[in-house]
């Protein structure tokens, strides 16, 4: 489905080049979820938007392939891709209320999406529009299609950009973060409700995250990620119960548990 092959990614700054991504590789299966763990500004979100080809200006691809289905992505010019993002494959940001237009209601963002993919009539599109909010749990489906996003709270927002990310059912999904800005009660029926479409709809599934507890609920297979390098891939019981790399080993010793006294240890440089 998804193969990304030796990916380096500099940002240029005032004070010259930063590299963000080095020689990163790794490979998604059909109907397979990958989860990609590490700490903040590790290189998660980068590997995301660099999928989607919607890195910043200041960002340089120095090297490497994204292979979707066989076609590199890189290669593709901006209309090409623009057929692809959004159709077969989407995107779920951190921050919904940060990716949902304020000015626009639900609705209409909504609806962009068949119109724009699909050639749909405005009134195919509201239809499949209000099916894609039930479909996510949105009670009263047709009143959030005229809300606008503030109107919203966060998990109801977060549903909203599920079901923009999940109406043209997605070959592959990139889910950055997608519980990050949520309460404990509600992760949980996000992370539910995501399993549940991506069984339905057969999505792979790229979901970045630096929740390890969330990983090992979610995905099949684990790749840690350190300072934009990958350091440690395989499936989740050699991840959580035989991990290899110092770094690894590191992240799951940080992890608080419930009725654990056992003092937490920070996450330690393996490079010293």
């Not at 959004?86 to 779920?92: F, L, N, R």
């Not at 709809?201 to 995250?209: E, N, P, R």
């Not at 297979?221 to 990958?230: E, N």
Request: one cysteine or more.
């Amino acid at each position: 489905m998804l193969r990304i092959e030796d990916l380096t990614v500099n940002f240029t700054t005032l004070r010259g080049y930063v590299k963000a991504l080095e020689n990163v590789s790794l490979e998604i299966g059909e109907r397979e979820v990958m989860a990609l763990v590490g700490e903040t500004g590790s290189g998660k979100t980068t590997i995301g938007l660099a999928i989607m080809r919607l890195l910043p200006p200041n960002a340089i691809v120095k090297s490497g392939r994204i292979l979707f289905n066989g076609v590199d992505l890189l290669k593709l010019c901006d209309e090409e891709m623009r057929r692809i993002r959004g159709s077969k494959i989407s995107m779920i940001f951190q921050e919904p209320r940060i990716s949902l237009n304020p000015v626009l209601t639900v609705g209409k963002q909504l609806m962009e999406i068949p119109e724009e993919h699909l050639n749909a009539t405005k009134k195919e599109a509201y239809e499949m529009s209000v099916e894609a909010l039930r479909k996510v749990g949105l009670a009263d489906p047709e009143r959030i299609m005229r809300s606008y996003p503030h109107e919203l709270s966060g998990g109801m927002a977060q549903r909203v950009m599920i079901a923009m990310a999940m109406m043209l059912k997605p070959k592959l999904l990139v889910a950055d973060e997608p519980t990050s800005a949520l309460d404990v009660t509600v992760q949980a029926q996000v992370i539910d409700l995501m399993r549940k479409l991506v069984r339905d709809t057969g999505s792979s599934v790229l979901f970045i995250t630096h929740d390890l507890s969330l990983a090992a609920e979610f995905a099949d297979k684990v790749t840690v990620i350190y300072r934009g390098r990958i350091v440690e891939k395989g499936d989740i019981y050699s991840i959580f119960y035989e991990p290899k790399h110092p770094y690894t080993k590191s992240l799951l010793e940080a992890i608080p548990r419930i009725g654990c006294r056992k003092r937490l240890k920070p996450i330690l440089d393996p490079e010293g």
